[in-house]
């Protein structure tokens, strides 16, 4: 695939907002705080496993079960901690979606006024011609229409004035109502672009509030996040020091589960390194017609990007230009391309030819391109063989 070629994949993920709002916000709503003590509580619990398995394994006489007991109840905790983040994506993409179609009926509507003000006009110029025409004929009392069409720069006073005038002709009278009839069609279309508008800055405002709400406690729940992901880590060391056999179990398990269709199997590492939040929207309509081609990982601005295998970067831009903003592709070694958009800023060692290996840092988290005044997000596509993109939320929730 050509750098050209990956430079045309960009998504158009929906973007109509200005540059600000990720990250750097905070908030202490009651949700929060209930959200914030629940993992807490969770925290806690999974620290008492670990101290006190030694006392509980020594008892039942059965080290490797505790340990691996332990292991699956933090990755428990963490599995709720995720799926609880996972709620406010998939909140925030029916919104959009609900808003890129109310910006269609919007603009739908504008472009009927703007047909109707032309057909207006015509009507308009039309009856202005037929006045010019009847004051030099002679055959109706000029004064009279001169005095109506000067007096008042007003169309529909025009109309209402000259119709009551009792020696119009016939001829006349269909040139008044034509002009009549554009009037009314206006006023109607006026009328249903307002309510249109109402419901679009109603729908805007509930948008930009779920953006906020789910930036803050996003925000909010690093320090969860990260404590939750050094005891799973934690834990996963102890379990495999114990028990060899038993981490070859897990990771047996765990190749089995990537089997699954649509998951893309050998290794992969998850893409953004923090508290992050998706759901499944690919195909998801965006404004203009357009359907979502990848999957929306939210996170905060400044959250690392990293490679998700081990390959090359075959394409990058680190100017904010095009839909996708600032993007690395990186071709990996397994055949497959990645694409990742909307960064903050690319790692300065990153360049066309750089050689990387899973897991290493490539960027960080933004909201450039058309994805500007929304939440940050890292916009994540996979493309096997390099070739068209596939749904990548099979392979994401497999190895998240």
């Known amino acids: 695939m050509s750098t050209s070629q990956k430079m045309g994949a960009q998504v158009t993920d929906g973007g109509r907002r200005g540059r600000r709002g990720c990250g750097g916000r905070r908030g202490t709503d009651r949700g929060s705080a209930r959200h914030r003590h629940a ?193 799973v880590a934690a834990l996963k060391a102890a379990a495999a020091r114990e028990a060899a056999a038993a981490a070859a179990a897990a990771a047996a398990a765990k190749q089995a589960a990537k089997t699954k269709p649509g998951v893309q199997p050998g290794s992969f590492v998850f893409p953004v390194d923090g508290p992050h939040s998706y759901a499944d929207t690919w195909g998801a309509p965006r404004s203009g017609g357009r359907v979502h081609k990848g999957c929306d990982i939210m996170a905060a601005r400044g959250t690392p990007v990293v490679a998700c295998v081990t390959g090359t970067i075959t394409s990058l831009s680190r100017a904010d230009v095009g839909l996708g903003g600032l993007y690395v592709w990186l071709s990996g070694n397994n055949g497959t391309g990645y694409y990742g958009c909307h960064l903050e800023s690319i790692v300065s060692s990153i360049h066309v030819g750089s050689h990387v290996v899973a897991g290493q840092a490539l960027g960080y988290v933004g909201n450039t391109g058309n994805a500007a005044g929304g939440p940050c997000h890292l916009h994540f596509e996979i493309h096997p063989g390099e070739g068209g993109a596939v749904d990548p939320y099979p392979t994401l929730r497999a190895n998240d």
Do not use: C, W
């Open 39 to 231: 993992l807490s509580v969770g925290v806690t619990l999974v620290l008492l496993f670990a101290l006190f398995s030694p006392l509980v394994s020594a008892a039942s006489g059965s080290p490797l079960s505790q340990a691996q007991k332990d292991l699956n109840s933090a990755r428990a905790a963490l599995s709720r901690f995720q799926d609880s983040m996972n709620v406010l994506a998939a909140k925030y993409g029916t919104a959009e979606a609900r808003q890129a179609s109310l910006d269609d009926a919007v603009a739908a509507a504008q472009k009927d006024i703007a047909k109707s003000e032309k057909d207006l006009a015509a009507s308009q110029q039309r009856l202005a011609d037929r006045l010019v025409n009847i004051y030099k004929d002679g055959r109706s009392p000029t004064s009279m229409y001169l005095d109506v069409l000067f007096t008042d720069a007003d169309i529909t006073t025009v109309v209402q004035r000259l119709s009551l005038l009792s020696k119009v002709a016939g001829q006349d009278q269909v040139v008044f109502a034509q002009v009549q009839k554009h009037l009314d069609r206006r006023k109607v279309l006026q009328q249903d672009l307002a309510k249109k508008e109402k419901v679009q800055s109603e729908q805007l405002t509930a948008l930009k509030s779920l953006q906020a709400d789910m930036e803050t406690k996003m925000n909010a729940a690093s320090g969860q996040y990260k404590a939750l992901k050094a005891t």
